[in-house]
């Protein structure tokens, strides 16, 4: 009897984790839908304790309903207290402790089950697949929030890490094929797989962290997965498949938004391409405007586009910007957002930014939208975004972002580019819509500029 | 191979059925959901937090080693349940304010 309630509410958070998931994928619903598989996520622990047959030590209760406890105060704080600018590197810091857990279970799990071959399997699998997720978690989230800055790539990193991964294969496979139960063992081939976590995304650059997040995502999901069928449990097998297949196609929806094959993303095409195309950038002359001329350029435009970028981000310039807004549609300007699929850290980063701020959803265009506005535009705003108004994107094949869609900002009649510095974007290439004619530089933090820009407006009147 | 896919038949099938359903949820979603969608996803395997319970929950009283890390893997998995949903709600909030 107790088994068959149990049964039937895994089945029930099952449901709801389909039925979030799917309700996450339209803006209307969405928030509903996490409300939903949260519920369902809440139920699936409290089944997990309460129906669970067999005597159990009050102090085993205990130390569950403290690590419970604790665990959602810390949770809940840290996600409550953090920047959305800091956001995405919070997922990922998040998606390493999913990781960690299923690799501890692992850990623990394994001399109950020496010599069962297939039990074996499904343990080390877990342990790597968490211990993966949670190695490479870390060093993407220290990637993000700037603690590791560059792309650090070892000689032949590609091989090596190859060979490191098909040996943790071969030596979990042996593992399992001799039946050991040595502990030595099992902790080499957990510090293999922590190693390799890391090893795998140092050579990350940066700009691809979203989709090694998402990859990493659906890892967690698969480690999950494993642990669900060592315990013969429907949730966590459901639950964890579920991200680990929507994860797998997230991840290649998002490359492919970012026109870069996930080869490329993991075996670091960049790197290669980068040193061909830096030298062939159209040199020239950059026209530098201050505040206050531009001042006046957007106070008798008709029509001015804003393109936020990461260095938008970066600045904090999300709240600026939206008075920026606010007076120039006072003097009957209209404004609005272009947002480029990858703008930011992680596609839809800007637009949450943005919101937090109070621009309004409808004036967040998306690039396909546009892109045919920008000929009637007076004035394109670029806000520290550089690779996703490239004109080499569309122009030069040999430009390693090439293929990419791009924002047709050089169809505006002007176009101001804020940046800090002339330094080229992540990408690592030059971009010749700089030295346009068409085409005024801003140098300067974003925040810090666009404040004195905001008070010359308002100087203006 | 045979006897194993007769013991966990159930449980492939779920396997199975579950890499289609994924895949069919994710189907058409709009670059600007992309983000809460992937921390949503993120949120959901935090499920692994049952596995966890359920290693303390069959773990013997005097293993302290194994409660240890028993103990330490339920924080972790429930920091993951927890701060996953919450964090996704917050970026969702903002979404929905100005309608």
């Known amino acids: 009897m107790h088994l068959d ?46 129906f669970h047959e067999g005597a159990v030590s009050p102090l085993v209760y205990g130390l569950i309903f403290v690590a419970i406890a604790v665990g959602t105060v810390v949770g809940w704080l840290t996600a409550k207290r953090v920047q959305m600018t ?7 810091l998040f998606n390493g402790m999913g990781g960690a857990c299923a690799a501890l279970i692992g850990l623990v799990e394994f001399h109950h089950y020496v010599g069962d ?99 990493l995502n659906s890892f967690t999901g698969l480690a999950a997965a494993f642990g669900g069928f060592l315990y013969g449990n429907q949730v966590m097998l459901t639950g964890g498949i579920l991200v680990g297949s929507a994860g797998t196609l997230l991840t ?62 970066v600045a904090q310039a999300q709240h600026v910007i939206k008075e920026l807004e606010t007076i120039l549609e006072e003097r009957g300007v209209e404004v609005s957002y272009a947002i480029h699929p990858v703008a930011g850290r992680m596609p839809g980063h800007m637009n949450v930014l943005l919101a937090e701020s109070n621009v309004e959803y409808d004036k967040l265009k998306e690039m396909d939208d546009i892109n045919p506005e920008f000929a009637q535009t007076d004035v394109v705003l670029v806000v520290g975004a550089n690779d996703v108004v490239n004109p080499a994107a569309k122009t030069d094949p040999s430009s390693p972002i090439y293929g990419m869609p791009i924002l047709d900002v050089e169809n505006a009649k002007a176009c101001i580019v804020n940046k800090r510095s002339m330094k080229p974007g992540y990408a690592g290439i030059e971009n010749e819509l ?28 | ?53 359920l290693l303390m929950l069959n773990t013997e009283p ?22 996953g949903f919450v964090v996704t709600d917050r970026m969702l909030e903002m979404f929905k304010k100005k309608k």
């Open chain 1, 5 to 50: 309630i149990q049964h039937i509410i895994y089945l029930l958070s099952s449901v709801t984790f389909i039925l979030g998931l799917k309700m996450l994928s339209n803006a209307k619903t969405a928030k509903n839908g996490n409300s939903l598989a949260a519920v369902g996520m809440i139920a699936a622990m409290i089944t997990a304790i309460v």
């Open chain 1, 86 to 92: 800091k956001m995405p590197e919070l997922v990922s």
């Open chain 1, 117 to 215: 071959s297939m039990s074996m399997s499904v343990i080390l699998a877990g342990m790597v697949i968490g211990s993966v997720s949670f190695s490479g978690s870390m060093i993407a989230w220290a990637k993000l929030n700037g603690k590791i800055k560059n792309a650090i790539r070892f000689p032949k990193y590609n091989i090596l890490n190859t060979i490191i991964l098909i040996g943790l294969f071969v030596y979990a496979a042996w593992m399992v094929w001799t039946g050991t139960g040595s502990e030595m063992h099992l902790y080499v081939l957990f510090a293999a797989a922590l190693g390799y976590g890391i090893l795998f995304v140092l050579p990350i650059g940066g700009a691809d962290m979203p989709v090694v997040i998402s990859l």
């Open chain 1, 252 to 313: 290649l929806v998002m490359c492919k938004a970012m026109n870069r094959p996930l080869f490329n993303v993991i075996f670091g095409a960049f790197g290669a391409g980068t040193t061909a195309a830096s030298e062939a950038g159209p040199q020239g002359n950059v026209k530098e405007v201050g505040p206050s001329d531009l001042a006046v350029q957007l106070n008798y435009s008709k029509k001015v586009i804003i393109v936020p970028g990461y260095g938008l981000a």
């Open chain 1, 434 to 461: 700089f030295f346009r004619d068409k085409t005024q530089m801003l140098f300067g933090d974003a925040k810090k500029v666009l404040s004195e820009l905001v008070a010359e407006l308002k100087a203006l009147d």
């Open chain 2, 1 to 53: 191979m045979i006897e194993f896919f007769t013991e966990n038949k159930d449980m492939i099938f779920i396997v199975i059925l579950m890499i289609f359903v994924g895949v069919e949820v994710i189907g058409k979603v709009p670059a600007v959901l992309h983000t809460p969608l992937m921390s949503g996803a993120n949120a959901i395997h935090g499920v692994v937090v049952v596995g966890a319970i």
């Open chain 2, 62 to 83: 005097d293993n302290y080693l194994a409660l240890g890390l028993g103990t330490v893997a339920v924080f972790l998995g429930t920091l993951n349940v927890v701060g």
